[in-house]
Structures are given as C-alpha cells and as structure tokens.
C-alpha cells in the first residue's frame, strides 16, 4: 500500500490556551479502508520478543518490558500493522507517519533500505518503550540508523512538557527538531524542518555523522549553512499543488497578519499564531477544506478553482486525531487522544483519556465491506450519505457536531472532576467508564443522523417529480 497523503500539526504549550502540548495529523490512504482502535496492556517477558514485520520482512528484537499503551492499527495486517497513533502509560503521545519525499542527489548517496523500518512499524517498536517525547526521538533516530529504513517520513513526538517534529531522510539519516514553547508548526507531505544548529542539543537532535554524510558526498548547495530540506527534500510542480498549499492555508488560519501564497517553497516551518490556540483549532484544521477561499472543493469557487489543490480533509481520511498532553495531572488523566473516525470534516473527534484500560467493541470491528457495528463504518456513512446530497444536508449535519462537540467538552469537564481523588486501578476503570459513555452518545448520535439523512434522501432522486396532489 502506498501511504503519501497525510497532514500535521504541532503546537508547542506556551503556544496553548490551557498549556496543552498538542499533536494531530490525518491518516489519508484509502476512502474504504477501517481502522481499529485498542489499548495494549503492559507487558513483562522473560525473553526479548522478535518484532516480524509482514509488510517489508524487517524485523528486530524488542525490549522485555513493554508499557501500555493506545493505538490505532488497520482492520488487517496483512499490509503490515499501521498503529499510527497513541498515548502510553508514562504520558508519551507518537503519531506516525507524515508521508515526505527524499531528492535524488541523496538517495544516490544513501539509497533507502527495502527490509528497513517503515511507518507501519514504528508506533509499535518505540511508542511501548520509552518514557519521554525526547526518549521517543532518541530510540527512533537510532533504530533509522541501525537498520534502516524504507521510505521518507516525519514522525510527531509529545509530552506534558514539548513536542518534537523527526524527519527522516534516505535511508539512515534523520534530523528532529523541537517546536518552540511559543510556536506552532503544520506539515503536508514535504520536508519541513529548516535550519539545523548542530551545537543547539535542547532543541535539535540529528544522526551521527549527518553532516559528514552531506559534506563527503557534496550534497550542500548552500556550504555556509545547513538547511535540512533544501538537502534532503523536494522542490516541484506536485509539491506546489499537492502540498505546499495545505501549510499555506494552516499559516492562513492562525497568523493571518503574515502575507503569503500557496505555491511557495520559502513557507516556514515554524510559526506563530496571533493568538493562543485550543484543540479545537487543531481539530478544525485537520477538518479543513480551504474554507473562505476559492479553492473550497464545495465553495463557490470556479471548477477550475476548486480542484486545483489537494484540501486537508479528504475523502481518503481513515482517521484524524488530535493528542493532547494537559499540565498538571497525572499522565493517564492528562492524556486525551482526541479521536474521528472517516473522514474529519464529516465526522466527529471523541474524546479518549490515555489512561483507560479497553476500548468499546465497535472501535475492534469493521473491514472492507460496509458493517453497520462498526465504529469506523457509522461515521463512514454520514459521509457517504453527506456526500450524495452535500449542501441540503450539510446543516443536519452541522448541527449533529456541533451538539457533540458541546456535549464532549461537558464530559471531559465532569470526568476532570470525579477523577481528582482517583488513583490506580479505580481511576483506570473510571476512565475507561467515562470514556466508554461518550463514544456510545457519538455513535448512538451519528446512528440517528444516518437515519434522518436516509429518509429525507427518499425525496432527492433525479427521478423526482413534484406533482399535483389531486391529480
């Protein structure tokens, strides 16, 4: 399967309404395709388990200790295991991959490695063994250069305390860099990372012999400074329609006072919005489609307009997530994995705390074909039902989200607060209650809304006629 179609964000906590350190990004793929969401307990073994992979064959030890941990893995894993994202037990929030593209000049120097360490692979053989976003990084970064890996990618790291963006580039090298306290940072399928400091160890991490790497193999157009992507990425015409115009219209959304286009190379990495941003904002943009411009594919735009470039809410959206790390609590109870199943424009983000111990028996079903238990398929088929007659059913809707979306902040407000005496097992099985009650209103809601939207669909077929009734 070839997973290229991703966009993410990074939002450091100083640059946060409440300080919440967030990650987020949209898993594009295919439009029918589930996902699973489930909860891995923690695990002692005796002897190191060998990790197989049945994608690409790489396979490595693993650790003997393994801690629990969230993810959201494919409904098959004969393509490989894809968990992509989640919350362990000690507060440590991944999310991979962020699908980017290598130059040629570099892969010539280091050619990617067939049997490497894919996207597939990764949630799995570091989120369960590490204690910090930094840990995450480190183990990441030495596994690239250990075994290799098998395609270009940005891996999101978060805790309570900051957010790290890894980009990995060839076949062994790799450059991580922290995201301001202050700032943000939105990614579409590009290298991102700009400027490296290699003497700047609290906010840049980076392979052994990186920059012995590009100088042997004259890789530098620019010697007297080293610009990752400029090294490492790609500069074309599917970049100046594909991606570059997603962080564009990010920037847009949240530093709109900074003047810029869609196809531009020179759109910075870093940023920083003209107000403090929530995890809404997050959620809105990962739910985005050019709004307010011309380039909305169900705007008002020209048809020429509106399909020029690729929106970051799309069909082909298997699920969208926003990790938030919360100050000031214990890590089970600070970690939210904010969760939309489908495509995030046409559904809904449920809340799940990081500290539960299972998740609902819906969010464990679905495969290709439509199954109406499903978690994935009930919020698949708004979409579908959405889709057939857009704009007369998008305020039913709206309206649907927005009532869950009011409804989702109560809850996480009223958990907060019968789960401040908690600890331990009680808290975990409270949790894992909490959450459980929100997601069945979510599906219990969306079920309804599939319903409202069959019916009133009995009535817009092009084979209508709206005849007089005495007749």
Known sequence: MNYSACTS?????????????????????????????????????????????????????????AAKYTATPEWTDKYGLFEEDGINEYGVAMSATESTYSNERVLGADPLVKDGLGEEAMVTVV?????TAREGVARLGQLIEQYGTNESNGILFA???????????AGHYWVAQRIPANAYAVVANQMAIQAVDFADAD???????????V??????????????????????????????????????????????????????????????LSVDDAQQYLSSHFEET????????????????????LAKTQESHVLQLRPNMTPG???????????????????????????????????????????YWTYKLVSVLLDAHYHTALPTVSETQKALRIAFKQAVQETDRGAQTLSGTELSRYLTQRSNEVDELGLKRYRELAATLITRATDLGPLNYHQDLNL
Do not use: C
């Open 9 to 65: 964000i990074l939002v450091g906590p100083q640059a946060t309404m409440d300080g919440s350190v967030l990650i987020g990004r949209n898993e594009d793929a295919k439009a029918a395709w589930p996902k699973h969401f489930i909860v891995h307990p923690a695990t002692t073994v005796a002897t190191p388990p060998q990790f197989v992979s049945t994608d690409n064959g790489f396979t490595m030890p693993l650790p003997t200790q």
């Open 127 to 131: 989120l369960p063994y590490v204690k």
């Open 159 to 169: 805790d309570q305390q900051e957010a790290w963006y890894l980009e990995t580039g």
């Open 203 to 213: 906010n840049f991490m980076f392979a052994k012999n990186l920059q012995a790497f």
């Open 215 to 276: 100088t042997d193999n004259h890789l530098n157009p620019h010697p007297d400074r080293f610009i990752w992507r400029e090294i490492f990425g790609t500069q074309d015409q599917s970049d100046l329609y594909y991606n570059t115009p997603r962080v564009w219209y990010g920037q847009k959304r949240f530093t709109p006072q900074v003047s810029q286009e869609p196809q531009s190379f020179d759109l910075p990495f870093i940023q920083y919005a003209d107000r403090l």
């Open 294 to 313: 011309p380039y909305d594919p169900v705007g008002s735009g020209t048809a020429e307009q509106k399909h020029r470039f690729r929106p970051v809410s």
């Open 333 to 375: 109870l600070a970690g939210i994995q904010w969760l939309a199943m489908g495509v995030g424009a046409q559904s809904v983000y449920v809340p799940f705390y990081a500290g539960i111990d299972s998740t609902p028996e819906a969010y464990h079903l679905g495969t290709e074909t439509y199954d109406s238990k499903s978690a």
